[in-house]
């Protein structure tokens, strides 16, 4: 096992790292930009050390300058979270030549997941349902039309190196194609510096099922379960939910399947999540693989009791993964709420600035991930997630319960927050029934927080 850890990242993902470093006897070393001195993960890691400056791309994002930190501070591994440099083949390799363990996947599964046209050749030759689109690479407008008028409107473009909603356009009509392909293709580029783009049948409001796996060196794959994240603005999760209540156990048993068997096809290790769009009448198909973290992983902890960063962690340093598919059972329900810096009733603009009271809450079932303090300083310069309220309840009524209670306590002054949002949505008849889909934000009518 690792003697000592670097934590490629910043934030509550970085400080929930570092937690479990320290649970398994393994010191941490935390990196930050000039604007983070004062986080809350350089104080809790055993060492910190500065990567740069505020702007992310000359610190976080900067290769050299994390690979550095890791050989000065005699880390054999590095964790890289999610976001920044979490799904970035070109980093996975720099690891792999400067003899520092990535805990995660290697370079070529990164690569053959990350590039999303690839991933959905990849997920065909391995006879995993896919949504109907381009066999890879649209390279014209031209040839975009050629899809879309034998596939069928409406379509989605989206961007082959895209990830958090960046890069994606849904086209109604060949008169908005040209348009909404340029406009993805810039995003992308501005975004990923890669403005490759491919096309797929726009399902129309289907759910956002994600199975998450785990996988280690010696052929053991299973899956823990899905998580519900249909809850999005924007094509951005808002609020996340494990298990769904649309899957009944047969179709549990059927996707998670197909999950494992995805996983297995590219001999997959590490943790990872397949995510599947699922219409009503039950069909499902891939969207793509996420080869990190996710956001939403404490959900499925809080439902299974195994620790995935631990998990993780072990893997990466060789050790065979001690679960079979059938010891993985699902106990009660669990929901996240991601609170952000943000004022939802003006068109969820940013809201930096300092936090001059904060009170967060607890109780029996009620969690929170989060590296904000009485006093911090939230940057403008990153994502605006302020925490992870995560409630654990027998039932889903019981988990929802808890989320009210939970909100109601949640208290954040000097900036705005998204807290009474979630609270609007948690109490829609529709979330308390179960019954949404994607275009639950865009279908709550008279809402004053959706614009």
């Excluded at 209670?405 to 927050?417: H, K, Q, R």
């Amino acid at each position: 096992m690792f003697e000592k850890i670097l934590i490629a990242n910043r934030g509550e993902i970085a400080v929930r790292i570092i937690r479990a470093c320290r649970e398994m006897g393994i010191k941490s070393v935390a990196v930050y930009s000039d604007a983070d001195r004062e986080s809350l993960h350089t104080q809790l890691a055993d060492e910190a050390i500065c990567i740069g400056p505020a702007n992310s791309r000359e610190s976080y994002l900067d290769i050299t300058r994390v690979i550095s930190a890791a050989v000065i501070t005699k880390a054999n591994a590095i964790h890289p979270g999610f976001g920044f440099l979490s799904e970035n083949p070109t980093f996975a390799h720099a690891c792999e030549d400067s003899n520092i363990i990535l805990i995660g996947p290697s370079s070529e599964m990164i690569e053959a997941m990350g590039n999303k046209s690839r991933a959905r050749k990849t997920m065909i030759e391995a006879g995993i349902p896919v949504v109907p689109g381009s066999d890879g690479i649209v390279k014209s407008i031209e040839e975009a039309k050629r899809i879309a008028n034998d596939i069928g409107y409406p379509m989605i473009v989206k961007a082959s190196s895209g990830g958090g909603g960046k890069g994606m356009r849904i086209i109604l009509n060949e008169g908005e194609l040209e348009k909404n392909f340029i406009m993805a293709q810039k995003e992308a580029k501005a975004s990923f510096d890669d403005d490759a783009m491919y096309m797929e049948r726009y399902i129309v409001n289907p759910s956002h099922i994600e199975f998450q796996i785990l996988a280690d060196n010696f052929g053991n794959t299973v899956h823990l379960g899905e998580r519900d994240c249909s809850i999005q603005r924007r094509h951005q999760k808002i609020v996340e939910e494990a298990p769904s209540s649309r899957i009944t156990p047969k179709l549990r048993k059927t996707m998670g399947d197909v999950a494992v068997k995805a996983a297995k096809s590219i001999k997959y290790r590490n943790a990872g999540t397949v995510e599947f769009l699922l219409e009503e009448s039950g069909e499902f198909f891939f969207m793509e693989m996420n080869t990190r973290i996710q956001v939403e992983h404490p959900i499925t902890e809080m439902i299974t009791g195994i620790d995935l960063i631990k998990k993780q962690i072990e893997i990466a340093g060789g050790k065979p993964l001690n679960l079979k598919q059938k010891d993985i059972v699902l106990r009660g329900h669990s929901i996240e709420c991601r609170i952000n810096a943000e004022n939802p009733s003006k068109g969820f603009r940013p809201s930096p600035g300092t936090i001059d009271y904060l009170h967060m809450p607890g109780g029996n079932g009620i969690r929170i991930d989060s590296a904000i303090y009485n006093g911090y300083t939230v940057p403008p310069l990153y994502d605006s997630m302020l925490a992870k309220l995560i409630v654990h309840g027998d039932t889903r009524e019981d988990a929802i319960r808890k989320m009210n209670s939970a909100l109601g306590e949640f208290v954040v002054s000097g900036i705005d927050t998204n807290i009474d949002f979630h609270m609007e949505i948690i109490n829609q008849p529709d979330f308390i029934s179960g019954n949404y889909n994607t275009s639950f934000i865009e279908n709550i009518q008279g809402d004053k927080f959706v614009k």
